[in-house]
């Protein structure tokens, strides 16, 4: 498989980035209303079946080419594949910085 170079991702991040609606907060309504977990895993969640779908998507295109029951092509197939494996890597950073960001919460004194 081709590598993946970090400049390429890094640019296609900031364009998704740029795709997103954050809303204004005050600060009164920070304090007032924290953000519920259940906005995140609900986040985290929706990420997850994503990158399954993803998977399972370029899982069935490589059967089908394989057995040759599927119209579609060459390409078609590897950038699915390509497309799954940059999201589980994706997923795989964010799983290890919550980790590390866990690790270095409970690593400090009280």
Do not use: C, H
């Amino acid at each position: 498989m081709n590598e993946i170079s970090p400049d390429q991702l890094l640019s296609q991040i900031r364009a998704l980035g740029k795709n997103l609606q954050v809303p204004t907060v005050s600060p009164a309504d920070a304090i007032a209303k924290p953000a519920g977990s259940s906005e995140f895993g609900q986040l985290l969640k929706s990420s997850l079946n994503a990158v399954n779908e993803a998977q399972q998507t370029a899982g069935a295109l490589k059967t089908g080419f394989e057995n040759g029951t599927s119209d579609a092509s060459l390409a078609e197939v590897m950038i699915a594949a390509q497309k799954a494996d940059l999201s589980f890597r994706a997923v795989t950073e964010v799983r290890n910085k919550l980790v590390q960001a866990y690790q270095d919460i409970m690593n400090m004194p009280v």
